[in-house]
């Protein structure tokens, strides 16, 4: 039973603080994902978990043991790095068995599970061969395939596809979503590609400024985003943020320009007649007839992508919205259009505090 | 200047350290201090006892016509060793940047000397030069010009610095030649584009460009004739005919080895210091420089 | 700037072979002059080898040069001297460079910029600016005369310590962390990875470093008072003696050829590190 339990995790350096205290934990198994911009302390986490930096205050426990206090050695974990950080002296065979040599594991032992490992990993035609005469997805194989000969615990994985060109990496990240799947092994990763967390986490963390902005599957995360900040860095375009206000009977927003917006609810007192951020996520936009209810837009500038069209376009007191609408959709710029919002698709947030009200 | 990943270990820097510091202090540190309070003493005539005598040494050196001398003929001598020496290297370097066939073996070949002591270098001139056997004062005397480099001291020192600079310029080449290489060819052909001649390309594109790394051999150059060039001297003239070619460096070994005038010897060192640090100072600035260029 | 032919630039090939010229003219007469006797040398007939080269080597190899003012030790042990000199400094220079540039740039410790700087001074301090003290320190240690005399002092070396600190330097980070994770200590990573990922520069430094060693001059010359200690430098230069027509020219050059083969031979053979390193350890 290997699990990861993050304890009120702080870290500082001097007086800036980049953790500022995270609590979340990672069931047997699980493959849990790190998620945010860079500078957010998501790299900065893994690392103390891996032992690679001190934690300045809480506990970090793996397989129910804490390990504050161990070298990354004795914590029974395997990394897989950004830039593969393979030996560059060593064979492919080399770089797997490396570790487990300084284990002082027989060398028949050592064989069987570099063998089995790049038989794995497609990698056996290349055991003798040096990292620079490998490709770059081969390299990132390697790299795994040096976590996976250890049998370790937890598998730690540090923005491990970022240096693959696009379409290497959506296939790298198939391969690693299947075998972690395959050895189920308790992981660890770390990211700031949206698309990337959303297709292989289990759970993902939200990280923003040091703080875990929000923690839950990658749907729930999706469908409730806990903030301004989840709302618009997950999804692709990001999720549309109005100013507006919540009409004196609780049931309508009103927008700049005078645009009424009926929320399909009522909310509470306490709400009535404040401002909010209103968060609509642009494929939730369908075109429609001009209606009440409906978002007048003027469209500026139109991308078409094949599958999807997105659509720049302005509503009247000048907000900019985007849009994003079937492929075949014949928008041009100039036209206008009446955007219905699809039911239950607004997101309410509180603009002081960038928190998602609390509903109902 | 440190990594940000490093190991934590509390003894074992310091073992580490230990070969490297030991030496350094007792073989560099220790007699450098030595030195410069060797500076501020005069030992008596049988080398018995000493006394401490303040700047008196240094005063001796300064106003010592022998050493004013000696610092004149120093500045002469590295000047014209700098000049011979780089001059060629970047004639050289240049034709051999123009060549597309067989530039490693110009390369190694020019690059010989650098492998040979400046005493063997002396050597090898003293051979060509010597007025009885020497197959090159032949030809001179064959001009009908006097050359006597064990008489005369003008010729003795034209001697030593072509000893002395004929050494030099493998390292000079070398390091021109790395400059020439590292501009971006596409600079000179956007000049060519531009209307610039060969010539002006030169002029231009290529001489400030290499200025760094001139500016760097100049005070490499400068060391090389102030320091390593005792070899040369020592083996070819002794500092004669009449210390005509006797420089710095060979004065302080002179009057502290040969003399055994302590006191005097070290003051000449720390002057020497003083030179060296001075200069190392100057291509430390060049570096920074460099780093911002 | 290439030609825009593939026609041969004549006048830069021009330059480049009068150069080749200087730098070969002294190397060649110097073989020549070994192999020929000292009458046809004296009568300047130096431009072609002759027929005593084998007789001039084995003798002042094993014998020493029988001049008509001096003899001196046989040259095959002056070269033994000047080998061991010049492998002990490259390779002593190497091993306490790397050590002590490897304290400096992979742990942090109390006086680290300290014992950084102490090394570093070294630069500006030269045997010949402290020529006295050094040789009194070398005396009171009774190291005058012996091979640790001649070489230890010689081996603390600044600029090797700041080529290894350069290079350590660009080592990833991610490096170090992976052998962490895979469970290497610091004397590990040195061994299994610093090491042999430091191949080249050290190949650089053993071609600049024997080079130095082999060519010491002034160090000998304080050091060694017996003859049985010369370096080849320092014989030939006492074999000279005055330099006139009663030098022995041919044992000379014979010497002087022997003298510059070991140092010669090794550029030639790793040319390739020796340029990179020599252009690296200045940057």
């Keep these: 039973m290997a699990t990861i339990d993050i304890r009120g995790v702080r870290k500082s350096y001097g007086a800036t603080e980049v953790i500022r205290g995270i609590d979340c934990a990672v069931a047997d198994g699980e493959l849990l994902v790190l998620l945010g911009p860079s500078g957010c302390g998501k790299s900065t986490l893994l690392r103390m978990v891996a032992g690679l930096e001190r934690i300045t205050e809480g506990e970090i426990a793996i397989a129910g043991r804490v390990v504050n206090a161990l070298e990354p050695k004795d914590r029974n974990i395997a990394m897989v790095f950004q830039n593969y950080a393979l030996y560059p002296h060593m064979s492919v065979y080399d770089n797997m068995a490396y570790g487990l040599r300084i284990k002082g594991m027989s060398r028949a032992a050592i064989d069987a599970a570099v063998q089995k490992a790049a038989a794995t990993l497609e990698l056996t035609p290349f055991l003798a061969r040096k990292p620079k005469e490998l490709s770059g997805g081969q390299r990132q194989r390697v790299a795994m395939g040096r976590a996976i000969v250890r049998e370790p615990d937890v598998f730690l994985f540090d923005e491990p596809l970022s ?20 050895l189920g092994v308790t992981s660890l990763y770390v990211t700031h590609d949206q698309v990337e967390a959303m297709t292989l986490a289990d759970r993902i963390v939200v990280m923003h400024a040091g703080a875990a902005e929000q923690i839950g599957t990658p749907m729930e995360i999706y469908a409730r985003p806990a903030s301004v900040f989840v709302g618009g860095f997950i999804g692709s375009p990001p999720m549309n943020m109005l100013p507006a206000e919540v009409a004196a009977d609780g049931a309508a927003l009103t927008l700049a320009g005078g645009v009424q917006l009926p929320l399909g609810q009522s909310l509470g007192a306490e709400h009535r007649g404040r401002p909010v951020t209103l968060g609509i996520r642009p494929e939730h936009l369908h075109p429609g007839a001009e209606a009440p209810g409906a978002l007048p837009a003027l469209v500026d500038l139109v991308e078409a992508l094949g599958a999807d069209t ?19 959709s014949a928008v041009a710029r100039g036209a206008r259009l009446a955007l219905h919002p699809a039911p239950g698709a607004l997101h309410l947030f509180d603009p002081a505090s960038g928190r998602r009200l609390p509903e109902g | 200047m440190r990594r940000k990943v490093i190991f934590e270990h509390k003894l074992l820097p310091y073992l580490l350290l230990a070969p490297q510091l030991a030496i350094t202090l007792v073989f560099f540190i220790w007699p450098s201090v030595q030195a410069m309070w060797m500076s501020l003493l005069r030992e008596d005539m049988f080398g018995l006892s000493s006394t401490f005598v303040g700047l008196e040494n240094y005063v001796r050196v300064l106003s010592d016509p022998g050493y004013v001398a000696a610092v004149r003929r120093t500045v002469v001598f590295s000047v014209a060793v700098a000049l011979l020496a780089l001059l060629p290297a970047l004639l050289l370097a240049v034709m051999v940047d123009k060549l597309t066939r067989r530039v490693a073996t110009y390369r190694v070949i020019l690059v010989l000397p650098y492998a040979i002591a400046p005493a063997i270098a002396g050597v090898l001139w003293l051979f060509m030069f010597n007025p009885s056997v020497g197959i090159v004062a032949a030809g001179i005397r064959g001009l009908g010009f006097a050359w006597n480099p064990k008489l005369d001291g003008q010729d003795a020192m034209i001697l030593v610095i072509l000893a002395s600079a004929w050494k030099q310029i493998s390292y000079n080449f070398l390091f021109f030649l ?38 760097f051999l100049v005070t490499v150059n400068v060391v090389y ?25 060979y004065k302080a070994w002179y009057d502290g080895i040969i003399a055994t005038d302590f006191g005097i010897s070290s003051a000449q060192s720390v002057i020497l210091m003083a030179v060296v640090i001075a200069l190392t100072a100057i291509q430390f600035r060049f570096i920074d420089r460099k780093v911002t260029y | 700037m290439q030609a825009l032919t593939d026609r041969p630039n004549r006048l830069a090939l021009a330059i480049v072979w ?21 009458q046809e040398i004296a009568r300047g007939e130096l431009l072609l080898p002759g027929g005593q080269g084998f007789e001039t080597y084995s003798t002042i190899l094993l014998e020493g040069a029988r001049t008509s003012r001096m003899a001196s030790p046989p040259v095959a042990g002056m070269m033994w001297n000047s080998l061991v000199m010049a492998l002990v400094i490259a390779l002593g220079k190497i091993a306490i460079s790397i050590l002590s540039a490897y304290a400096v740039v992979f742990f942090s410790f109390p006086g680290r910029m300290i014992f950084f700087w102490t090394i570093f001074i070294t630069l500006m301090l030269p045997v010949e600016v402290r020529i006295v003290p050094t040789y009194q320190v070398v005396a009171d240690l009774g190291m005058i005369n012996s091979f640790a005399g001649l070489t230890i002092p010689l081996i603390a070396s600044a600029t090797a310590t700041l080529l290894f600190r350069q290079f350590f330097l660009t080592i990833p ?4 962390e992976a052998a962490k994770v895979d469970g290497a200590g610091p004397m590990r990573f040195f061994w299994d990875m610093v090491l042999p990922l430091s191949r080249t520069n050290i190949a650089a430094l053993f ?25 080849i430098v320092i014989g030939i230069t006492k074999m000279i003696g005055g330099g006139d027509a009663l030098t022995d020219w041919n044992a000379v050059m ?30």
Excluded at chain 2, 228 to 248: R, S, W
């Design chain 1, 163 to 182: 240096n693959l060109d696009a379409k290497l990496r959506t296939q790298m990240r198939v391969e690693i979503k299947k075998l972690q799947g395959r």
């Design chain 1, 310 to 328: 997105v659509v720049h376009a302005r509503l009247p007191g000048g907000a900019a919205l985007l849009c994003r609408l079937p492929g075949d």
């Design chain 2, 178 to 215: 790395a400059g020439l290489q590292a501009i971006p060819k596409s600079l000179l052909e956007a000049a060519a584009i531009d209307g610039a001649g060969e010539w002006r390309r030169f002029r231009t594109i290529v001489l400030p460009l290499l200025s760094p790394v001139t500016f």
């Design chain 2, 225 to 249: 004739a102030f320091f390593d060039t005792f070899g040369v001297i020592h083996a070819v003239t002794q500092g004669g005919p009449a210390k005509a070619t006797e420089v710095l460096v």
């Design chain 3, 18 to 38: 009068i150069g080749i010229a200087i730098v070969a003219f002294p190397l060649w007469i110097t073989f020549t002059a070994s192999t020929l006797t000292p």
């Design chain 3, 173 to 176: 980070d991610e490096l170090v």
């Design chain 3, 207 to 231: 071609v600049i470093m024997f080079i130095y060693g082999w060519n010491q001059y002034l160090w000998p010359l304080l050091i060694t008072t017996s003859a049985s200690m010369d370096t």
């Design chain 3, 254 to 283: 014979a010497t002087t050829f022997l003298a510059i083969l070991p140092p010669a031979l090794v550029v030639l053979i790793m040319q390739r590190q020796f340029v990179k390193g020599l252009v690296d350890i200045e940057k």
